[in-house]
Protein backbone atom coordinates (compact mmCIF):
# COMPACT_ATOMS: atom_id res chain seq x y z
CA UNK A 1 0.00 0.00 0.00
CA UNK A 2 1.52 3.59 -1.16
CA UNK A 3 1.27 5.97 1.56
CA UNK A 4 1.16 9.39 -0.39
CA UNK A 5 2.46 12.20 1.23
CA UNK A 6 0.19 14.82 2.04
CA UNK A 7 1.56 18.16 0.78
CA UNK A 8 0.04 21.33 2.58
CA UNK A 9 -3.05 22.89 1.00
CA UNK A 10 -1.81 26.08 -0.68
CA UNK A 11 -3.19 29.34 0.57
CA UNK A 12 -5.22 30.04 -1.88
CA UNK A 13 -6.50 34.31 -3.32
CA UNK A 14 -9.47 34.11 -1.22
CA UNK A 15 -7.24 33.30 1.94
CA UNK A 16 -4.65 35.90 1.07
CA UNK A 17 -7.74 38.79 0.74
CA UNK A 18 -9.43 37.98 4.26
CA UNK A 19 -5.66 38.01 6.00
CA UNK A 20 -5.30 41.43 4.05
CA UNK A 21 -8.48 42.40 5.20
CA UNK A 22 -8.19 41.56 8.43
CA UNK A 23 -4.59 43.37 8.58
CA UNK A 24 -5.95 46.52 7.21
CA UNK A 25 -9.25 46.41 9.70
CA UNK A 26 -6.63 46.21 12.79
CA UNK A 27 -5.04 49.29 11.46
CA UNK A 28 -7.44 51.05 10.21
CA UNK A 29 -8.77 54.31 11.79
CA UNK A 30 -11.19 54.98 15.15
CA UNK A 31 -13.79 57.32 15.37
CA UNK A 32 -14.22 59.56 18.30
CA UNK A 33 -17.73 60.16 19.43
CA UNK A 34 -16.71 62.82 21.88
CA UNK A 35 -18.43 65.18 23.96
CA UNK A 36 -20.12 67.33 21.32
CA UNK A 37 -22.25 64.61 19.71
CA UNK A 38 -23.96 65.10 23.33
CA UNK A 39 -24.54 68.45 23.69
CA UNK A 40 -27.71 70.34 22.25
CA UNK A 41 -25.12 73.55 21.88
CA UNK A 42 -21.84 72.13 20.46
CA UNK A 43 -20.28 75.47 19.49
CA UNK A 44 -21.03 77.16 22.74
CA UNK A 45 -18.99 74.20 24.35
CA UNK A 46 -16.56 74.07 22.40
CA UNK A 47 -15.92 78.37 22.68
CA UNK A 48 -16.29 77.18 26.83
CA UNK A 49 -13.69 74.26 26.72
CA UNK A 50 -11.21 76.44 24.45
CA UNK A 51 -11.31 79.24 26.58
CA UNK A 52 -10.89 77.11 29.95
CA UNK A 53 -7.51 75.46 28.22
CA UNK A 54 -6.53 78.71 27.66
CA UNK A 55 -7.19 79.65 31.02
CA UNK A 56 -5.57 76.13 32.34
CA UNK A 57 -2.88 76.91 30.05
CA UNK A 58 -2.02 80.61 30.89
CA UNK A 59 -2.35 79.66 34.98
CA UNK A 60 -0.17 76.96 35.23
CA UNK A 61 2.64 78.38 32.91
CA UNK A 62 1.83 81.74 35.23
CA UNK A 63 2.70 79.04 38.28
CA UNK A 64 6.22 77.99 36.54
CA UNK A 65 6.84 81.33 36.22
CA UNK A 66 6.55 83.02 39.17
CA UNK A 67 8.34 79.69 41.23
CA UNK A 68 11.57 79.96 38.46
CA UNK A 69 11.89 83.69 38.89
CA UNK A 70 11.10 83.98 42.73
CA UNK A 71 14.24 83.02 44.78
CA UNK A 72 12.26 82.48 47.69
CA UNK A 73 10.10 79.28 46.08
CA UNK A 74 13.23 77.83 45.16
CA UNK A 75 12.33 74.64 47.88
CA UNK A 76 11.35 71.54 46.99
CA UNK A 77 7.56 72.10 47.83
CA UNK A 78 7.29 74.78 45.13
CA UNK A 79 9.49 72.82 42.98
CA UNK A 80 6.95 69.70 43.20
CA UNK A 81 4.03 72.67 42.32
CA UNK A 82 5.60 73.72 38.99
CA UNK A 83 6.47 69.89 38.21
CA UNK A 84 2.34 69.56 38.56
CA UNK A 85 1.62 72.52 37.07
CA UNK A 86 4.10 71.18 34.04
CA UNK A 87 2.25 68.15 34.10
CA UNK A 88 -1.46 69.32 34.12
CA UNK A 89 -0.19 71.32 31.12
CA UNK A 90 0.90 68.61 29.08
CA UNK A 91 -2.44 66.39 30.08
CA UNK A 92 -4.67 68.87 29.23
CA UNK A 93 -2.55 69.30 25.96
CA UNK A 94 -2.68 65.64 25.01
CA UNK A 95 -6.29 66.01 25.06
CA UNK A 96 -8.37 69.08 24.56
CA UNK A 97 -6.48 70.57 21.33
CA UNK A 98 -7.57 67.42 19.35
CA UNK A 99 -11.15 67.02 20.70
CA UNK A 100 -11.38 71.17 19.24
CA UNK A 101 -9.80 70.64 15.66
CA UNK A 102 -12.05 67.69 15.05
CA UNK A 103 -15.32 69.69 16.08
CA UNK A 104 -14.06 72.35 13.86
CA UNK A 105 -12.71 70.70 11.05
CA UNK A 106 -15.88 67.91 11.26
CA UNK A 107 -13.85 65.15 11.03
CA UNK A 108 -13.80 62.74 14.30
CA UNK A 109 -11.38 60.37 12.64
CA UNK A 110 -8.29 59.12 14.19
CA UNK A 111 -5.29 56.69 13.38
CA UNK A 112 -4.41 53.68 15.59
CA UNK A 113 -0.96 55.18 15.67
CA UNK A 114 -2.05 58.60 17.35
CA UNK A 115 -4.50 56.77 19.41
CA UNK A 116 -2.12 54.80 20.52
CA UNK A 117 0.45 58.13 21.17
CA UNK A 118 -2.38 59.91 23.28
CA UNK A 119 -3.18 56.74 25.11
CA UNK A 120 0.72 56.23 26.04
CA UNK A 121 0.80 60.15 27.18
CA UNK A 122 -2.01 60.61 29.24
CA UNK A 123 -1.06 57.05 31.10
CA UNK A 124 2.31 58.40 31.63
CA UNK A 125 1.43 61.75 32.93
CA UNK A 126 -1.65 60.31 34.78
CA UNK A 127 0.51 57.57 36.41
CA UNK A 128 3.25 60.17 37.00
CA UNK A 129 1.27 62.71 38.58
CA UNK A 130 -0.44 59.77 40.78
CA UNK A 131 3.22 59.22 42.49
CA UNK A 132 4.11 62.82 42.91
CA UNK A 133 0.93 63.63 44.77
CA UNK A 134 2.31 61.20 47.10
CA UNK A 135 6.20 62.75 47.07
CA UNK A 136 4.04 66.00 47.60
CA UNK A 137 2.37 64.82 50.90
CA UNK A 138 5.50 63.26 52.17
CA UNK A 139 7.67 66.31 51.90
CA UNK A 140 5.16 68.18 53.68
CA UNK A 141 5.33 65.85 56.28
CA UNK A 142 9.08 65.88 56.61
CA UNK A 143 8.45 69.71 56.69
CA UNK A 144 5.86 70.01 59.79
CA UNK A 145 6.75 66.68 61.80
CA UNK A 146 10.87 67.23 60.86
CA UNK A 147 11.40 70.54 60.50
CA UNK A 148 15.08 70.21 61.89
CA UNK A 149 15.69 67.43 59.84
CA UNK A 150 14.03 68.93 56.31
CA UNK A 151 17.00 70.35 54.80
CA UNK A 152 18.92 66.86 55.13
CA UNK A 153 16.11 64.58 54.32
CA UNK A 154 14.60 67.05 51.33
CA UNK A 155 17.45 67.98 49.72
CA UNK A 156 18.05 69.05 45.84
CA UNK A 157 19.42 65.42 45.55
CA UNK A 158 16.55 63.72 47.30
CA UNK A 159 14.23 65.91 45.20
CA UNK A 160 15.51 65.09 41.96
CA UNK A 161 15.25 61.27 42.92
CA UNK A 162 11.80 61.25 43.47
CA UNK A 163 10.73 63.16 40.36
CA UNK A 164 12.63 60.75 38.53
CA UNK A 165 10.89 58.58 39.98
CA UNK A 166 8.04 59.36 39.44
CA UNK A 167 8.33 60.21 35.67
CA UNK A 168 9.97 56.41 35.34
CA UNK A 169 7.04 54.46 37.11
CA UNK A 170 4.39 56.63 35.41
CA UNK A 171 5.94 55.64 31.94
CA UNK A 172 5.93 52.11 32.86
CA UNK A 173 2.19 52.08 33.17
CA UNK A 174 2.09 53.31 29.93
CA UNK A 175 4.38 50.96 28.13
CA UNK A 176 2.67 48.19 29.68
CA UNK A 177 -1.04 49.11 29.27
CA UNK A 178 -0.71 50.90 25.76
CA UNK A 179 0.81 48.31 23.62
CA UNK A 180 -1.26 45.27 24.78
CA UNK A 181 -4.90 47.60 24.35
CA UNK A 182 -3.69 48.72 20.72
CA UNK A 183 -2.93 44.90 19.70
CA UNK A 184 -6.38 43.37 20.49
CA UNK A 185 -8.47 42.60 17.47
CA UNK A 186 -11.42 45.01 16.71
CA UNK A 187 -13.57 43.19 14.39
CA UNK A 188 -16.90 45.07 15.01
CA UNK A 189 -17.61 48.70 15.12
CA UNK A 190 -14.44 51.11 15.85
CA UNK A 191 -16.42 54.51 17.23
CA UNK A 192 -14.86 54.90 20.55
CA UNK A 193 -17.80 56.15 22.86
CA UNK A 194 -14.95 59.22 24.39
CA UNK A 195 -13.64 62.34 23.55
CA UNK A 196 -9.54 60.65 23.75
CA UNK A 197 -8.69 57.21 23.47
CA UNK A 198 -8.66 56.19 26.67
CA UNK A 199 -7.83 52.11 27.51
CA UNK A 200 -11.92 51.30 28.73
CA UNK A 201 -13.57 52.64 25.97
CA UNK A 202 -10.68 51.27 23.44
CA UNK A 203 -11.14 47.97 25.30
CA UNK A 204 -14.57 47.81 24.70
CA UNK A 205 -14.28 47.49 21.21
CA UNK A 206 -12.28 44.33 21.03
CA UNK A 207 -13.96 41.03 19.83
CA UNK A 208 -11.87 39.05 21.63
CA UNK A 209 -12.00 37.85 25.52
CA UNK A 210 -10.62 40.67 27.43
CA UNK A 211 -10.99 39.27 30.91
CA UNK A 212 -7.95 38.42 31.90
CA UNK A 213 -6.06 41.84 30.72
CA UNK A 214 -9.41 43.51 32.53
CA UNK A 215 -8.33 42.21 35.52
CA UNK A 216 -4.65 42.85 35.09
CA UNK A 217 -5.65 46.26 34.32
CA UNK A 218 -7.72 46.35 37.65
CA UNK A 219 -4.62 45.39 39.71
CA UNK A 220 -2.16 47.64 37.94
CA UNK A 221 -4.94 50.56 38.81
CA UNK A 222 -5.49 49.37 42.42
CA UNK A 223 -1.91 49.80 43.04
CA UNK A 224 -0.72 52.56 41.37
CA UNK A 225 -3.69 54.34 43.57
CA UNK A 226 -3.62 52.59 46.90
CA UNK A 227 0.10 52.78 46.87
CA UNK A 228 -0.09 56.76 46.93
CA UNK A 229 -3.21 56.92 48.72
CA UNK A 230 -1.89 55.12 51.63
CA UNK A 231 1.73 57.22 51.50
CA UNK A 232 -0.86 59.82 51.31
CA UNK A 233 -3.05 58.72 54.14
CA UNK A 234 -0.35 57.79 56.52
CA UNK A 235 1.80 61.57 56.29
CA UNK A 236 -1.20 63.54 56.53
CA UNK A 237 -2.56 61.19 59.73
CA UNK A 238 1.19 62.56 61.78
CA UNK A 239 1.17 66.18 59.88
CA UNK A 240 -2.56 66.63 61.53
CA UNK A 241 -1.43 65.12 64.81
CA UNK A 242 1.71 67.69 64.54
CA UNK A 243 -0.68 70.48 64.45
CA UNK A 244 -3.04 69.46 67.03
CA UNK A 245 -0.24 70.01 69.71
CA UNK A 246 1.37 73.29 67.98
CA UNK A 247 1.61 75.64 70.33
CA UNK A 248 1.30 79.11 67.74
CA UNK A 249 -2.03 79.56 66.66
CA UNK A 250 -0.45 80.86 63.43
CA UNK A 251 1.87 77.72 62.75
CA UNK A 252 -1.50 75.42 63.17
CA UNK A 253 -3.17 77.94 60.41
CA UNK A 254 -0.34 78.08 57.73
CA UNK A 255 0.08 74.36 58.38
CA UNK A 256 -3.66 73.63 57.41
CA UNK A 257 -3.71 76.18 54.81
CA UNK A 258 -1.00 74.38 53.19
CA UNK A 259 -2.48 71.09 53.17
CA UNK A 260 -5.58 71.74 52.71
CA UNK A 261 -4.75 72.69 49.29
CA UNK A 262 -3.06 69.83 48.85
CA UNK A 263 -5.91 67.69 49.98
CA UNK A 264 -8.36 69.13 47.77
CA UNK A 265 -6.16 68.26 44.56
CA UNK A 266 -5.66 64.54 45.90
CA UNK A 267 -9.23 64.30 46.38
CA UNK A 268 -10.07 65.66 42.87
CA UNK A 269 -8.03 63.87 41.19
CA UNK A 270 -7.93 60.43 43.04
CA UNK A 271 -11.45 60.16 43.38
CA UNK A 272 -12.11 60.60 39.03
CA UNK A 273 -9.33 57.86 39.21
CA UNK A 274 -11.19 55.52 41.26
CA UNK A 275 -14.46 55.69 39.75
CA UNK A 276 -12.55 55.00 35.54
CA UNK A 277 -11.05 52.22 36.86
CA UNK A 278 -12.18 50.90 40.14
CA UNK A 279 -15.55 51.01 40.07
CA UNK A 280 -17.72 47.97 38.68
CA UNK A 281 -18.44 47.84 34.70
CA UNK A 282 -22.35 48.10 35.65
CA UNK A 283 -21.84 51.45 37.29
CA UNK A 284 -20.54 52.93 34.07
CA UNK A 285 -22.27 54.54 30.95
CA UNK A 286 -20.49 56.03 28.13
CA UNK A 287 -22.15 60.01 29.20
CA UNK A 288 -20.97 58.91 32.92
CA UNK A 289 -17.20 58.15 31.82
CA UNK A 290 -16.87 61.36 29.82
CA UNK A 291 -18.19 63.51 32.29
CA UNK A 292 -15.95 62.43 35.13
CA UNK A 293 -13.27 62.48 32.56
CA UNK A 294 -13.58 66.19 32.10
CA UNK A 295 -13.50 66.48 34.91
CA UNK A 296 -9.85 64.99 35.54
CA UNK A 297 -8.73 65.78 32.02
CA UNK A 298 -9.82 69.19 31.77
CA UNK A 299 -11.32 71.01 34.90
CA UNK A 300 -8.22 69.69 37.38
CA UNK A 301 -5.55 71.50 35.46
CA UNK A 302 -7.75 74.83 35.56
CA UNK A 303 -8.02 74.51 39.40
CA UNK A 304 -4.51 73.13 40.35
CA UNK A 305 -3.18 76.53 39.95
CA UNK A 306 -6.40 78.78 41.11
CA UNK A 307 -5.89 76.30 44.68
CA UNK A 308 -2.02 76.83 44.97
CA UNK A 309 -1.90 80.70 43.86
CA UNK A 310 -5.13 81.94 45.79
CA UNK A 311 -4.76 80.26 49.34
CA UNK A 312 -0.58 80.70 49.01
CA UNK A 313 0.82 83.45 50.63
CA UNK A 314 3.89 83.37 49.06
CA UNK A 315 2.98 83.03 45.33
CA UNK A 316 0.73 85.96 46.10
CA UNK A 317 3.56 87.66 47.28
CA UNK A 318 5.51 86.46 44.09
CA UNK A 319 2.88 87.79 41.90
CA UNK A 320 3.03 91.00 43.65
CA UNK A 321 6.41 91.34 42.64
CA UNK A 322 6.62 90.09 39.27
CA UNK A 323 3.34 92.41 38.45
CA UNK A 324 5.77 95.82 39.66
CA UNK A 325 8.73 94.73 38.11
CA UNK A 326 5.90 94.61 34.81
CA UNK A 327 4.52 98.06 35.56
CA UNK A 328 8.18 99.21 36.01
CA UNK A 329 9.32 97.91 32.95
CA UNK A 330 6.10 99.46 31.24
CA UNK A 331 7.24 103.08 32.14
CA UNK A 332 11.05 102.39 31.70
CA UNK A 333 10.03 101.94 27.79
CA UNK A 334 7.51 104.73 27.72
Not at 28 to 39: A, E, I, K, P, R
Not at 141 to 166: D, E, G, T, W
Not at 279 to 297: G, I, R
Request: with cysteine; aromatic share 12%.
Amino acid sequence: MNLEKQRPEKETPMDITTWMSNYTEQFSDFTLVGLFSQSKHPALLAVVIFVVFLMALSGNALLILLILSDTHLHTPMYFFISQLSLMDMMYISVTVPKMLMDQVLGSHKVSAAACGMQMFLYLTIGGSEFLLLAAMSYDRYVAICHPLHYPVLMNHRVFLLMMSVCWLLGSVDGFMLTPVTMTFPFCGSREIHHFFCEVPAVTKLSCSDTWLYETFMYVCCVLMILIPVTVISASYSCILLTVLRMNSAEGRKKALATCSSHMTVVLLFYGAAVYTYMLPASLHTPEKDMVVSVFYTIVTPLLNPLIYSLRNKNVTEAMKKLLAVSTLFQEMVK
